[in-house]
């Protein structure tokens, strides 16, 4: 199994920054990919950015410029950075890992493509 434990998280005023980071445990060879998602009151869950085992990241329109995904495969955390935040960004975050193109080691320990990890929320609140 994959474990992920976040931190961080907290109040914050607008303009100012905080930074989330994420430790994975397990087996975190078969990983994929690694997100932060977030889910807002009377809001569905989003993704709010990614990183793959290249390096390559994307982010949602709404934080690309602000938030900054970064990880560390080699000590197994990715972080997630983010500056300027706003009210809007006030939502209880979620560290993710996902599995895709699954290889033969990781397929025989019971894992497939599509398989989704989660840790704990962690809030973020952003006053005005």
């Known amino acids: 199994q994959v474990q992920l434990v976040p931190s961080g998280g907290g109040l914050v005023q607008a303009g100012g920054s905080l930074r989330l980071p994420c430790a994975a445990s397990?087996?975190?060879?078969?990983?994929?990919?690694m997100s932060w998602y977030r889910q807002a009151p009377r809001k569905e869950r989003e993704l709010v950015a990614s990183v793959d085992n290249g390096g390559a990241t994307s982010y949602v329109a709404s934080v690309k410029g602000r938030f900054t995904i970064s990880r560390d495969i080699a000590k197994n955390m990715v972080s997630l950075q983010m500056n300027s935040l706003e009210p809007e960004d006030t939502a209880v975050y979620y560290c993710n890992a996902h599995l895709t193109g699954v290889q033969a080691a990781c397929s025989a320990m019971g894992y497939y493509d599509g398989m989704d990890f989660w840790g704990k929320g962690t809030l973020v609140t952003v006053s005005s």
């Open positions: 397990g087996d975190t060879m078969c990983i994929s990919a």
